[in-house]
């Protein structure tokens, strides 16, 4: 379990996402208070996958975005993740690069969540060593994107990011173990502000994987729409954010974590950890006032469902999901959620005071929740 001293809880102080609704995150709260799903057609001519939709961040052209020097061979998750942490940096303004987020200095950290890296990059990167005349006539540039902290790493070399890097791979909980890692580095004295969040591409590789870990085989019809994206944030103490000029929108009071062996047991599991959560920060169910779900698929949700209803003794908060909107996000899927809670925050739409339950089930048997104060 993480929780933070009494009066001494780190606060999420600015947030951003690259998401299907939208390259910003402006467009993603406004999005997400319309109810508008992103899913769209794939058009097979483009996409050899078994998915007839998903839900694709739209005009996103990595050259276009961030402009043609170092950009050859960058993958699209690298993309989308220095993209966002750009926004994030620079308010979302246009051309602002110099305009840096004020306390966010080249000692920041940065804990960012991810699956594989990109599936896309390892997949291709193998089959040119198969099929190339000889094994290593490859492109030797892109052989960074094949491993796992890509990413994260190359973030920090564009934003100037010298603090601690860590990449964090966790399924459908990572955003809340990059969240607990960021805080850890906190409390160690390694960073004082981290930047912290997840990234997740869709492409034909990670497609392909998804279908064939369906344990259901019923095919493409039955199966949600794949999603893709980043969602990021900067955690720091408050009284930085409060020096800076900013007020924090959330304060994180705690985290438990736990691993079941499948679906069945899923839901004990994270019934326990909610209770566990509730109890170690003195929150009663009773004063929950919104729950962000994974809105996982299948099994899992069921599970998640099931053990919110065991650990909330009836009680039905107000429900914020992101994944009926952007679809399957994976690795990203609980930063959306965070960020969905942080949207709704800055709109005064969760009062000031109100406590937010985040919970995240991955059919790899980790089960998550993390409980925020809205400021």
Request: with cysteine.
């Amino acid at each position: 379990m993480v929780n933070a001293p009494g009066g001494a809880a780190p606060v999420i102080s600015a947030w951003t996402a690259v998401s299907p609704l939208g390259l910003r995150g402006s467009d993603f709260a406004a999005a997400l208070r319309s109810g508008r799903t992103a899913g769209r057609p794939l058009d097979p001519e483009e996409w050899s996958v078994p998915f007839r939709e998903a839900s694709l961040v739209p005009d996103f052209h990595i050259r276009q975005i961030l402009g043609r020097k170092g950009t050859r061979s960058m993958d699209r998750a690298t993309g989308l993740a220095v993209t966002a942490i750009r926004h994030l940096l620079t308010g979302e303004r246009e051309f602002a690069e110099a305009e840096r987020l004020p306390g966010v200095d080249e000692e920041t950290g940065l804990a960012l969540g991810t699956s594989t890296g990109s599936a896309q990059s390892i997949m291709d990167f193998t089959r040119d060593s198969l099929v190339g005349e000889k094994p290593f006539y490859v492109d030797p540039a892109r052989f960074p994107n094949t491993v796992m902290n890509c990413a994260a790493g190359q973030s920090a070399i564009w934003h100037g990011l010298r603090g601690p890097n860590t990449t964090i791979a966790g399924g459908r909980a990572t955003g809340l173990l990059a969240l607990r890692y960021a805080m850890r580095l906190q409390r160690a004295g390694r960073a004082r502000a981290v930047l912290c969040g997840a990234v997740e591409e869709f492409s034909s590789a990670r497609a392909w994987l998804e279908w064939h870990a369906r344990a259901d085989g019923d095919g493409a019809d039955s199966a949600a729409v794949l999603g893709e994206g980043a969602a990021v944030w900067l955690l720091e103490p408050d009284a930085s954010a409060r020096e800076h000029g900013r007020k924090g929108l959330a304060e994180v009071l705690g985290l438990e974590f736990g691993c079941a062996p499948d679906a069945t047991a899923a839901r004990t599991v994270l019934a326990e950890a909610i209770g566990r959560l509730l109890h170690g920060t003195g929150v009663t169910a009773g004063e929950l006032s919104a729950v962000a779900d994974s809105g996982a698929p299948g099994a899992e949700g069921e599970a998640e469902r099931a053990a919110l209803a065991d650990a909330l003794d009836g009680k039905e908060p107000q429900r914020i999901t992101a994944a009926d909107t952007i679809g399957d996000t994976c690795a990203a899927a609980a930063a959306f959620q965070i960020a969905a809670v942080l949207a709704m925050a800055e709109r005064k739409e969760i009062s000031p005071g109100a406590t937010a339950l985040v919970t995240t089930v991955d059919r790899d048997g980790v089960v998550g929740a993390a409980l925020l104060r809205i400021r």
